[in-house]
Protein backbone atom coordinates (compact mmCIF):
# COMPACT_ATOMS: atom_id res chain seq x y z
CA UNK A 1 0.00 0.00 0.00
CA UNK A 2 1.36 3.38 -0.47
CA UNK A 3 2.35 5.87 2.07
CA UNK A 4 1.42 8.63 0.35
CA UNK A 5 -2.05 8.52 -2.21
CA UNK A 6 -1.18 11.87 -3.51
CA UNK A 7 -1.32 10.77 -7.51
CA UNK A 8 1.92 11.67 -9.05
CA UNK A 9 3.18 12.21 -12.95
CA UNK A 10 5.27 9.24 -14.22
CA UNK A 11 7.42 11.79 -14.90
CA UNK A 12 7.77 12.86 -10.99
CA UNK A 13 7.46 8.86 -9.90
CA UNK A 14 10.67 8.23 -11.68
CA UNK A 15 12.59 10.74 -10.32
CA UNK A 16 11.24 9.94 -6.80
CA UNK A 17 12.73 6.59 -7.66
CA UNK A 18 16.27 7.30 -9.05
CA UNK A 19 16.81 10.06 -5.78
CA UNK A 20 15.30 7.01 -3.16
CA UNK A 21 17.37 4.57 -4.87
CA UNK A 22 20.60 6.64 -5.00
CA UNK A 23 20.11 7.64 -1.29
CA UNK A 24 19.13 4.21 -0.54
CA UNK A 25 15.68 4.38 1.03
CA UNK A 26 14.19 1.41 -0.03
CA UNK A 27 10.84 1.93 1.68
CA UNK A 28 10.21 4.95 0.32
CA UNK A 29 11.31 4.01 -2.93
CA UNK A 30 9.11 1.33 -3.30
CA UNK A 31 6.34 3.78 -1.98
CA UNK A 32 7.11 5.62 -5.41
CA UNK A 33 6.94 2.05 -7.25
CA UNK A 34 3.23 1.54 -5.91
CA UNK A 35 1.89 4.71 -7.50
CA UNK A 36 2.55 2.85 -11.19
CA UNK A 37 -0.23 0.18 -12.40
CA UNK A 38 1.60 -3.02 -13.02
CA UNK A 39 1.83 -2.67 -16.80
CA UNK A 40 3.54 0.43 -16.27
CA UNK A 41 6.39 -1.21 -13.39
CA UNK A 42 6.28 -3.95 -15.72
CA UNK A 43 7.17 -1.44 -18.79
CA UNK A 44 9.35 0.85 -16.46
CA UNK A 45 11.65 -2.15 -15.70
CA UNK A 46 12.35 -2.87 -18.97
CA UNK A 47 12.92 0.37 -20.41
CA UNK A 48 15.11 1.35 -17.27
CA UNK A 49 17.39 -2.17 -18.19
CA UNK A 50 18.78 0.09 -21.18
CA UNK A 51 21.96 1.17 -19.45
CA UNK A 52 22.34 4.58 -21.54
CA UNK A 53 18.60 5.52 -20.78
CA UNK A 54 19.20 4.80 -17.13
CA UNK A 55 22.15 6.96 -17.20
CA UNK A 56 21.33 10.02 -19.01
CA UNK A 57 17.85 10.34 -17.40
CA UNK A 58 19.92 9.90 -14.07
CA UNK A 59 22.37 12.62 -14.95
CA UNK A 60 19.24 14.76 -16.14
CA UNK A 61 17.55 14.53 -12.71
CA UNK A 62 20.74 16.87 -11.65
CA UNK A 63 18.50 19.67 -12.75
CA UNK A 64 15.06 19.86 -10.68
CA UNK A 65 13.41 21.71 -13.46
CA UNK A 66 13.83 19.05 -15.89
CA UNK A 67 10.44 17.67 -16.18
CA UNK A 68 9.79 14.08 -17.19
CA UNK A 69 6.01 14.24 -17.11
CA UNK A 70 5.45 12.69 -20.11
CA UNK A 71 7.66 9.95 -19.42
CA UNK A 72 4.68 7.38 -20.25
CA UNK A 73 4.53 7.65 -23.52
CA UNK A 74 8.23 6.41 -24.08
CA UNK A 75 6.70 3.72 -22.30
CA UNK A 76 3.77 2.86 -23.98
CA UNK A 77 5.43 3.09 -27.47
CA UNK A 78 7.82 0.23 -25.97
CA UNK A 79 11.00 1.21 -28.25
CA UNK A 80 12.70 -0.95 -25.85
CA UNK A 81 11.53 -3.97 -28.18
CA UNK A 82 13.56 -4.72 -31.40
CA UNK A 83 10.70 -4.58 -33.73
CA UNK A 84 10.11 -0.90 -32.55
CA UNK A 85 9.78 1.49 -35.61
CA UNK A 86 10.91 4.27 -32.51
CA UNK A 87 14.35 4.19 -32.09
CA UNK A 88 15.73 4.01 -28.11
CA UNK A 89 18.82 4.80 -29.52
CA UNK A 90 18.18 8.04 -30.92
CA UNK A 91 15.76 9.34 -27.64
CA UNK A 92 19.28 8.79 -25.97
CA UNK A 93 21.56 10.64 -28.51
CA UNK A 94 18.82 13.50 -28.20
CA UNK A 95 18.53 13.40 -24.12
CA UNK A 96 22.19 13.26 -23.78
CA UNK A 97 22.17 16.50 -26.35
CA UNK A 98 20.08 18.29 -23.76
CA UNK A 99 22.19 17.25 -21.15
CA UNK A 100 25.31 18.72 -22.70
CA UNK A 101 23.69 21.81 -23.64
CA UNK A 102 22.59 22.92 -20.36
CA UNK A 103 26.47 21.49 -18.57
CA UNK A 104 27.90 24.13 -21.22
CA UNK A 105 25.32 26.79 -20.04
CA UNK A 106 25.95 25.56 -16.51
CA UNK A 107 29.62 25.27 -17.46
CA UNK A 108 29.34 22.15 -15.18
CA UNK A 109 29.20 24.11 -11.77
CA UNK A 110 26.83 22.73 -9.54
CA UNK A 111 26.03 25.80 -7.92
CA UNK A 112 24.75 27.04 -11.50
CA UNK A 113 23.03 23.91 -11.99
CA UNK A 114 21.05 24.47 -8.60
CA UNK A 115 20.06 27.80 -9.56
CA UNK A 116 18.46 26.23 -12.87
CA UNK A 117 14.93 26.49 -12.12
CA UNK A 118 12.05 26.38 -14.27
CA UNK A 119 11.54 29.35 -15.12
CA UNK A 120 14.54 29.82 -16.58
CA UNK A 121 14.13 26.45 -18.78
CA UNK A 122 10.97 27.82 -19.97
CA UNK A 123 12.43 31.09 -20.48
CA UNK A 124 15.30 29.69 -22.34
CA UNK A 125 14.40 26.72 -24.53
CA UNK A 126 14.35 26.50 -28.02
CA UNK A 127 16.24 29.84 -27.77
CA UNK A 128 19.30 30.60 -30.44
CA UNK A 129 21.21 33.33 -29.18
CA UNK A 130 23.95 32.55 -31.07
CA UNK A 131 22.25 32.43 -34.34
CA UNK A 132 19.60 34.92 -33.79
CA UNK A 133 20.12 38.41 -33.04
CA UNK A 134 16.12 38.56 -31.88
CA UNK A 135 17.01 35.56 -29.28
CA UNK A 136 20.25 37.18 -28.08
CA UNK A 137 18.12 40.52 -27.32
CA UNK A 138 15.87 38.62 -25.72
CA UNK A 139 17.81 36.84 -23.42
CA UNK A 140 20.68 39.65 -22.63
CA UNK A 141 18.15 41.75 -20.51
CA UNK A 142 16.66 38.48 -18.99
CA UNK A 143 20.19 37.72 -17.56
CA UNK A 144 20.40 41.82 -16.58
CA UNK A 145 17.19 42.05 -14.72
CA UNK A 146 17.34 38.16 -13.29
CA UNK A 147 14.67 36.68 -14.19
CA UNK A 148 17.19 33.75 -15.92
CA UNK A 149 18.93 32.09 -12.84
CA UNK A 150 17.21 34.72 -10.41
CA UNK A 151 19.54 32.52 -7.36
CA UNK A 152 22.73 33.28 -9.18
CA UNK A 153 23.88 36.56 -7.86
CA UNK A 154 27.39 36.65 -7.93
CA UNK A 155 28.38 39.36 -11.15
CA UNK A 156 31.18 37.49 -12.58
CA UNK A 157 29.04 34.35 -12.19
CA UNK A 158 26.32 36.26 -14.13
CA UNK A 159 28.46 37.23 -16.65
CA UNK A 160 29.97 33.90 -17.26
CA UNK A 161 26.54 32.14 -17.29
CA UNK A 162 25.27 34.80 -19.57
CA UNK A 163 28.26 34.52 -22.23
CA UNK A 164 27.96 30.80 -22.07
CA UNK A 165 24.34 31.18 -23.54
CA UNK A 166 25.30 33.36 -25.96
CA UNK A 167 27.45 30.53 -27.60
CA UNK A 168 24.66 28.13 -27.75
CA UNK A 169 23.38 28.07 -31.08
CA UNK A 170 19.87 26.23 -30.08
CA UNK A 171 18.90 25.32 -26.60
CA UNK A 172 16.72 21.70 -26.72
CA UNK A 173 13.70 21.18 -25.00
CA UNK A 174 12.45 18.26 -22.97
CA UNK A 175 9.29 19.34 -23.02
CA UNK A 176 9.59 19.64 -26.93
CA UNK A 177 10.81 16.04 -26.78
CA UNK A 178 8.21 14.52 -24.88
CA UNK A 179 5.70 16.40 -27.00
CA UNK A 180 6.61 15.57 -30.03
CA UNK A 181 6.73 11.67 -28.60
CA UNK A 182 2.50 12.40 -28.78
CA UNK A 183 3.10 12.42 -32.75
CA UNK A 184 5.69 9.89 -32.80
CA UNK A 185 3.49 7.14 -30.82
CA UNK A 186 0.85 7.39 -33.71
CA UNK A 187 3.41 6.96 -36.49
CA UNK A 188 4.62 4.29 -34.34
CA UNK A 189 1.81 2.44 -34.58
CA UNK A 190 0.89 3.14 -38.28
CA UNK A 191 4.55 1.56 -39.24
CA UNK A 192 3.92 -1.32 -37.09
CA UNK A 193 0.76 -2.13 -38.31
CA UNK A 194 2.59 -1.79 -42.14
CA UNK A 195 5.34 -4.19 -41.46
CA UNK A 196 4.45 -6.37 -38.46
CA UNK A 197 6.53 -8.13 -36.51
CA UNK A 198 9.77 -8.59 -38.41
CA UNK A 199 12.96 -10.34 -37.48
CA UNK A 200 15.59 -8.48 -36.14
CA UNK A 201 15.92 -5.05 -35.83
CA UNK A 202 13.84 -2.18 -37.91
CA UNK A 203 17.00 -0.92 -39.53
CA UNK A 204 17.78 -4.43 -40.27
CA UNK A 205 14.62 -5.46 -41.96
CA UNK A 206 14.31 -2.17 -44.17
CA UNK A 207 17.85 -2.41 -45.49
CA UNK A 208 17.20 -5.99 -46.47
CA UNK A 209 14.67 -5.03 -49.05
CA UNK A 210 17.41 -3.08 -51.03
CA UNK A 211 19.93 -5.22 -50.75
CA UNK A 212 21.23 -6.11 -53.89
CA UNK A 213 20.94 -9.80 -53.43
CA UNK A 214 17.65 -9.24 -52.68
CA UNK A 215 17.19 -7.79 -56.13
CA UNK A 216 19.34 -10.37 -57.78
CA UNK A 217 16.27 -13.24 -57.07
CA UNK A 218 13.62 -10.90 -56.64
CA UNK A 219 11.19 -8.49 -58.25
CA UNK A 220 10.69 -5.05 -57.98
CA UNK A 221 7.10 -3.24 -58.56
CA UNK A 222 7.86 0.25 -60.05
CA UNK A 223 5.37 3.16 -60.39
CA UNK A 224 5.03 4.72 -63.77
CA UNK A 225 2.48 6.89 -63.63
CA UNK A 226 -0.69 6.91 -61.52
CA UNK A 227 -2.10 3.14 -60.73
CA UNK A 228 0.26 1.83 -63.48
CA UNK A 229 3.32 -0.81 -62.42
CA UNK A 230 5.89 -2.62 -64.28
CA UNK A 231 7.93 -5.47 -62.96
CA UNK A 232 11.43 -4.90 -63.07
CA UNK A 233 13.95 -8.41 -62.03
CA UNK A 234 16.78 -7.65 -59.95
CA UNK A 235 20.48 -8.21 -60.82
CA UNK A 236 23.85 -8.41 -59.55
CA UNK A 237 24.10 -4.41 -60.43
CA UNK A 238 21.59 -2.95 -58.63
CA UNK A 239 22.14 -0.61 -55.68
Known sequence: KCVN????????????????????QWDWEQDM?????????????????????????DDLLHWPSMRLGTLHRLIMMRCDKIQSPFSLYGAVQYLQHIWNVWTRICMDRANVAA?????????????????????QKYTEPQMDSKPLFPTITDISDRKAVRESIQQIGQIPSLFRFFEDLKY???????????????????????SHLYTRDRCTYGHLLVELQG??????TGNATDG
Not at 7 to 24: N, Q, V
Not at 115 to 135: E, F, H, N, W, Y
Open 5 to 24: SKCKSDGETFRKICLHSRSG
Open 33 to 57: WCHLSAGKRKDLRQLLANGALRKVL
Open 115 to 135: GTDRKTVAMLQLQAPCASIAD
Open 184 to 206: LEYCAKAFSSIIGSPQGTIHEYM
Open 227 to 232: SKFREY
